[in-house]
């Protein structure tokens, strides 16, 4: 049998992986853990053209599709921004897309970065 040999990963998917993690426990209620669906979110798919979530996130890191730390970020903020346009301002999402925005763009400031860096230098 060929073993596939386990390639070490880069730098980028260590850190992707690091911040994955982060923004994920900024969700306890696991609203963001899975792709909406039409059953949960009546014309949902009408709505919203470009889906996210953090398991296709996950997907994606796990795939190597994320080229640069900017792409990341932007299917992270594309996921928060799409619950804040389906969801009404008074709803349990809505606000929970703001706090998770808020939060984890803290996480992706340069000096938040640096410091996710360190342990790896
Ligand atoms: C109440 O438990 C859950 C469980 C999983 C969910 O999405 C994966 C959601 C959920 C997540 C969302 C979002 C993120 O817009 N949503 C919108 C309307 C109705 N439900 C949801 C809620």
């Not at 919203?48 to 996130?57: E, G, L």
């Amino acid at each position: 049998c060929v073993l596939k040999l386990k390639q070490s990963k880069s730098p980028l998917i260590k850190l992707l992986d690091h911040l994955l993690r982060a923004l994920e426990k900024r969700d306890p209620h696991q609203f963001f853990a899975w792709p909406v669906t039409d059953d949960i979110a009546p014309g949902y798919s009408s709505i919203i053209t470009k889906p996210m979530d953090f398991s296709t996130i996950r997907q994606k890191i796990d795939d190597s599709e994320y080229l640069s730390l900017m792409e990341f970020s932007g299917d992270f903020k594309l996921m928060c921004e799409n619950a804040i346009k389906y969801n009404h301002v008074d709803t349990v999402y809505h606000k929970a897309a703001k706090k998770l925005l808020i939060n984890g763009m803290k996480l992706l400031t340069p000096d938040s970065l640096l410091r996710s860096l360190k342990p790896m230098s």
